[in-house]
């Protein structure tokens, strides 16, 4: 099994910035691709970015490609999310997923852009 915690959600004013950590356990998280998802009240799930086992390969969703940035610690097991330039409409809650298998979900950290 592998267990996922995310951490360093908030409320943040339009144009800030946020950076979430997703911690993982229970396996060798070095050998997994790591991504982070969204999903506001009302609304699916949203893929954000991706990035491979080694780091070497990233992937973002267009509406915030340019403001968010993916980045990993394989020796710290977690994963980041950068988020710069904060519009109202990123507010969500943010989950880390493993591509491991059927995958693996953290329990989401809310992050709230309102003045």
């Known amino acids: 099994q592998m267990q996922l915690v995310e951490s360093g959600g908030g409320l943040v004013q339009p144009g800030g910035s946020l950076r979430l950590s997703c911690a993982a356990s229970?396996?060798?998280?070095?050998?997994?691709?790591m991504g982070w998802y969204r999903q506001a009240p009302g609304k699916e799930r949203e893929f954000l970015a991706a990035?491979?086992?080694?780091?070497?390969?990233?992937d973002y969703a267009d509406s915030v490609k340019g403001r968010f940035t993916i980045s990993r610690d394989n020796a710290e097991k977690t994963v980041y999310l950068q988020m710069n330039s904060l519009k109202p409409e990123d507010t969500a809650v943010y989950y880390c997923?493993?591509?491991?298998?059927?995958?693996?979900w953290g329990r989401g950290t809310q992050v709230t852009v309102s003045s």
């Open positions: 229970g396996r060798d998280f070095s050998m997994n691709s």
């Open positions: 997923y493993a591509y491991y298998g059927g995958g693996y």
């Open positions: 990035i491979s086992w080694n780091g070497g390969s990233t």
